[in-house]
Each structure stands twice: as structure tokens, then as C-alpha cells.
């Protein structure tokens, strides 16, 4: 996501909760790190009641797909897009849900 964006509405449901970002340096890499570490959150997340996280990728990153599908045991769903907009310096997001979700493909 871009550091300078000025608003980014995300609706998420009352069960839901969204789950910032994660990052594993290249020299940890393909080792599991980012799997337990999104295994940790998501468990903490049913801990405190949620059903449902939220995270905001990029469709094009295999790995970062890869690790969503493995933390939620295959059942990870794409829900909708964000789109970005830049005007001059200012920069806004905004979300268009899918009208129904659909299952990852590492295809």
C-alpha cells in the first residue's frame, strides 16, 4: 500500500477484523516464518471472538497468497478490490466488494 494515502475506507463486517501488515525479510524466507506468523494472528484473532480477518494483498504475489491459503487451511477468499487514486499530490482508496467472495487460486 502507498505510505502517503490519505484515506482508506475498508467496510469490514462486525465479525471481522482487518490484519495489518506482515513482513518477513528475504533471509527468513521459505522457511515458514510467515506462516506461523499469520497462524499467531489469526489465532489470537479467535481468541478475542473474530470469525473472519481481513488483509489487503497483492493479487500478483504468489507467496503472500501462498501463506493466506496455508494460515486458513485452504479456505482463504478473495472479497473485492482496491483501487487507487492520485490526484496531483493528495491520494485516495476505495473498495468495491465482489458481489460474492471466491477462493484463492495460486494458478
Given amino acids: 500500500m502507498d505510505p502517503d494515502l490519505e484515506f482508506y ?5 462486525e465479525d471481522a477484523v482487518y490484519l495489518w501488515d506482515l513482513y518477513v525479510i528475504p533471509e527468513e524466507r521459505n522457511r515458514g516464518v510467515g506462516s506461523a506468523l499469520m497462524s499467531a494472528r489469526l489465532q489470537h484473532a479467535r481468541g478475542a471472538g473474530f470469525r473472519r ?3 489487503v494483498v497483492d493479487a500478483g504475489s504468489r507467496p503472500v497468497l501462498r501463506i493466506l491459503q496455508r494460515s486458513a487451511g485452504g479456505g482463504a ?6 483501487a487507487l487514486l492520485k490526484v496531483g499530490r493528495r491520494r485516495w482508496a476505495t473498495f468495491h466488494a465482489l458481489e ?8
Fill in 9 to 13: 475506507p475498508l467496510p469490514l463486517p
Fill in 53 to 55: 480477518a481481513w488483509r
Fill in 100 to 107: 460474492a467472495s471466491r477462493p484463492v487460486a495460486l494458478e
Fill in 77 to 82: 477468499r478473495i472479497a473485492g478490490e482496491v
